[in-house]
């Protein structure tokens, strides 16, 4: 069992709607979690990134964790055709610089 | 500004040969990655290197090796490649210190025949 774990999709959902994407983890020791976008062909880029539990909210993106159930979430609200992409979590620990990645979610918003 | 810079962008190996793939950051920063991407696997980590001078193996680290040259290069050698290797490799570094933005390298389209 991989330490992240994501639904790889695809998801496809029309221009407006608001989109959920959920992760699992399992090592109780991580503490730092991560949103990667990435296009086609090209490198993730980070989208947010939240220290333990708690949310974020950066314009049309929120991202949730829940350290108590491991559950990692990102909304994006009013989702754009510029938003289709791969979204991937991510996560490690406090001290340890080990960064474990979902396997990616395959996000198409049609206009 | 160049940030993360892998090289190569394209190799083509043999069953059998032997490459490095280098990398190199210009942002300080102290920790650094080298990942795989494969269709339907995500990201899997296969070394990376907390702070200069350290190296540690992650998911997949059977049939590569990692050097830290030094706090810019980071590179990871493949001493016989097998297509099983075939895959696409990116590289990545972290300034840390509470700063949790990973960026990444352009990525090196790999094909081991």
């Known amino acids: 069992q991989k330490e992240v774990e994501q639904d790889p999709g695809p998801l496809s959902v029309p221009e407006g709607a608001i989109v959920s994407l959920n992760c699992t983890y399992s090592n109780s020791a991580f503490q730092y979690f991560m949103w990667y976008r990435q296009y086609s062909r090209k490198g993730p880029e980070l989208l947010m990134y939240t220290y333990s539990s708690g949310n974020k909210e950066d314009g049309r993106f929120t991202a949730q964790v829940d350290k108590s159930s491991k559950y990692i979430s990102l909304f994006i609200r009013d989702s754009q055709p510029s938003d289709s992409a791969t979204y991937l979590c991510?996560?490690?620990?406090?001290?340890?610089?080990?960064?474990?990645f979902g396997k990616g979610t395959l996000l198409t918003v049609n206009p | 500004n160049a940030g993360v810079t892998q090289t190569p962008k394209f190799q083509v190996l043999k069953t059998g040969q032997s490459m490095t793939l280098q990398c190199a950051q210009d942002?300080?920063?102290?920790?650094m990655y080298w990942y795989r991407q494969d269709p339907g696997m995500g990201l899997r980590l296969i070394y990376y290197?907390?702070?200069?001078?350290?190296?540690d193996k992650g998911e997949v680290p059977n049939g590569y090796r990692a050097s830290r040259l030094n706090k810019r290069e980071f590179s990871l050698r493949l001493e016989s490649a097998a297509p099983s290797q075939t895959s696409v490799y990116f590289c990545a570094s972290l300034l840390g210190a509470g700063i949790e933005k990973l960026f990444f390298g352009s990525g090196t389209q790999l094909s081991v025949l």
């Open positions: 991510a996560a490690r620990g406090g001290s340890n610089y080990k960064l474990t």
């Open positions: 290197s907390a702070s200069e001078g350290t190296t």
């Open positions: 942002m300080n920063h102290n920790s």
